[in-house]
């Protein structure tokens, strides 16, 4: 958004009653001093009165849509961060098409496909939420500071790195971009992923530094296999000796750091330089939802045998497994003999992964909880209702892996929802009522993860 229309839509919000914090939060700017001097730039441009009054004649109907999506999402934005208080995790909320609350079908792993329609319509909003990020990540990571960015595969990273407005008079020191997840190239991609969703991370490491230009970019891909196939893994033996050779690679130890990952057992790699994952201020991913709307499903044929693929796609159905944090399965938050017989089972495929563990997201975010003024933290980027429960289930945690979420409404409701049903449901029938606009008609699928009616 450029400052005009930044001016513009800064000064219709608070012309609307929203206070200087609040607009602020809506729009991801920096304080309320920031609010501020654009008010007084608006009010110098004689946009509004200081009643005050609008006095520009029109708005132009993109920025007026903007406008009220802003009001609406603004609302459950807060209501999210008011369930969690403690968490201190900044959430955006982006409008989802009406196509995606029409559309959704449930698309479980190995039994639906997908749906065309509710695949387009979460394609835009993803879009949409990716350049919300974007732009807030961009505030974070050009401000004159070195940084050490980490970046997760897939379309939500992908499309978010796309998005963030490079600021050139703004990059002045050395941004190191490394890649946390293992290279899928070694891997033939599987039908029917499409292109647009198949977004490697290596790729987009070379997207990022690319953008930035080779002056201040340095590259950090990690280049091993995403994951050891269990094809490869004849015994407990021939998996620790493949693991150990492929953790032993100079990409890996710069990244990660040597040592046995698997057993917590590291140790210093051969290099002055500390592993970058512990300098790290800055990481951007997105979550997994395992269905045929994702990626990581197609692989699973490759990194699972047919035993281990029905157990996931079983335990996928009756909510044991609620989605992945950079290809590793994450089990409900719910504590019970079940799910500790789940996370015994996880454990043995997850070792498989060579990529960032879900315990790497939490110490990031947790660095950056302590010191908020260095790099964005854990930007986490997602769409749609079918990523609620994996985001319940990270928000669970003691320790969250999250420090900044950004989401469109289709998710939020969803999500909204699971952590607090009473917040919900007074939701819905006060300030909540322009999110359910056209419920009659949401598809059944919509409607059970996003309740219209008690």
Known sequence: MDDYHKTLLVAGLFCEGLSRHDIASVLSLQDETEVQAILETALTRKYFHYEPVLTIQRMDEELA????????????????????????????????????????????????????????AETRSLRAVAHAAGNGIARHVFDGREHIIGLNYGASVMHTVKAIPVLPSRITKRLTIASLFGDLGYFPVPPPVKQE?????????????????????????????AFIPHSS????????????????????????????????????NDS???????????????????????SLTRFMPTWLDADESRKVLAYCRDGSIVGDLGGYLVTAPETSDKIEQVKTFLDAINRRLIAATVDDFKAV?????????????????AAGARKARILNALLAEQSCPVSRLFI?????????????????????????????????????????LIPVED
């Open 65 to 120: 849509a903007t406008l009220r999506n802003e009001m609406v999402t603004h609302v459950i934005s807060t209501e999210l961060e008011n369930v969690l208080p403690a968490r201190h995790i900044h959430i955006r909320v982006i409008q989802s098409p009406l196509e995606m609350f029409e559309h959704y079908e449930d698309a479980s792993a190995g039994e639906t496909e997908m749906n065309e329609q509710y695949l387009k």
């Open 197 to 225: 969703g198949y977004a490697p991370c290596n790729e987009i490491v070379s997207l990022f530094a690319d953008r930035i230009g080779s002056q201040h970019a340095v590259r950090a891909p990690l280049n091993v296999p």
């Open 233 to 268: 893994v004849e015994s407990d033996d021939a998996f620790k000796s493949i693991h150990a050779f492929l953790t032993r690679h100079e990409s890996y130890v710069s990244i990660f750091g040597a040592g046995d990952r698997t057993t917590n057992r590291l140790i210093p």
């Open 272 to 294: 002055t330089a500390p592993p970058l994952l512990t300098q790290m201020d800055t990481v951007i991913t997105g979550v997994g939802s395992i269905d045929n709307y994702g």
């Open 365 to 381: 975010a947790e660095r950056h909880a302590k010191n908020p003024h260095s790099g964005a933290g854990v930007v986490c980027i």
């Open 408 to 448: 469109d409404s289709h998710c939020a409701l969803a999500l909204l929802h699971l952590l607090d049903p009473a917040r919900y449901s007074a939701l819905r029938s006060t300030h909540g009522k322009q999110l359910l606009t056209g419920c009659s008609g949401w598809s059944k699928a919509t409607k059970a």
